[in-house]
T-cell receptor, first 122, second 110 residues
Framework: NAGVTQTPKFQVLKTGQSMTLQCAQD?????MYWYRQDPGMGLRLIYY???????DKGEVPNGYNVSRLNKREFSLRLESAAPSQTSVYFC?????????????????????FGPGTRLLVL | EDQVTQSPEALRLQEGESSSLNCSYT??????LFWYRQDPGKGPEFLFT???AGEEKEKERLKATLTKKESFLHITAPKPEDSATYLC???????????FGKGTRLHILP
């Protein structure tokens, strides 16, 4: 039981290049999330997927696209990387969408995070 | 605009010295408040969910409390292994987005 895995761990890109960050979970969770973390800015939600087949924008979606490939996998794509996208990217999953049960099933809303992908855009 | 402010930015305590971390929030209506722990170079670890004022949750040496304007993370008799950054986040009614504070870096000296 690996939990949430992310690939790659590190990546260096040149401005304008594209890449896909991969995320997979083996906990049979319905909901998945992509965050970025920058010094002094804290964690910010990029996109999330409440369940297989659905995706929604978070706080900072511009410059990114996502695909919920199946229940296990949720990928994040940078079509044309910019230096402002230099960051650490975290994927997370939860059995049900955070906040969706209004406290009725808090344990089902617990998020599990991957180890992160460190991306540098030159 | 929904906001989350955590204080202090950093806190150094001696082992066994109890203290509290603060998370002040401004949202039109609170759906949920969440606490996380993050160790350097790792992903966050989900700690607590709080949904209504007056609610309390405990885990080992940590206790989270919630009022209508803020949440406290109380740490009792901390140990060096409690050293980490503690993150607070809120979710507003009618919105799935999760807004994070910048965190409090906690360092427990042996």
């Amino acid at each position: 039981n690996a939990g949430v895995t992310q690939t790659p761990k590190f990546q260096v890109l040149k401005t304008g290049q594209s890449m896909t960050l991969q995320c997979a979970q083996d906990m049979n969770h319905n909901s998945m999330y992509w965050y970025r973390q920058d010094p002094g800015m804290g964690l910010r939600l990029i996109y999330y997927s409440a369940s297989e087949g659905t995706t929604d924008k978070g706080e900072v979606p511009n410059g990114y696209n996502v695909s919920r490939l199946n229940k296990r996998e949720f990928s994040l794509r940078l079509e044309s990387a910019a230096p402002s996208q230099t960051s650490v990217y975290f994927c997370a999953s939860s059995e049900i969408l955070l906040g969706s049960s209004a406290g009725g099933f808090p344990s089902k809303e617990t998020q599990y995070f991957g180890p992160g992908t460190r991306l540098l855009v030159l | 605009e929904d906001q989350v402010t955590q204080s202090p930015e950093a806190l150094r305590l001696q082992e066994g010295e109890s203290s509290s971390l603060n998370c002040s929030y401004t949202v039109s209506g609170l759906r949920g408040l969440f606490w996380y722990r993050q160790d350097p170079g790792k992903g966050p670890e989900f700690l607590f969910t709080l949904y209504s004022a007056g609610e309390e949750k405990e885990k080992e040496r940590l206790k989270a409390t919630l009022t209508k304007k803020e949440s406290f993370l109380h740490i009792t008799a901390p140990k060096p292994e409690d050293s980490a950054t503690y993150l607070c986040a809120v979710q507003a009614v009618g919105d799935d987005k999760i807004i994070f504070g910048k965190g409090t870096r906690l360092h427990i000296l042996p």
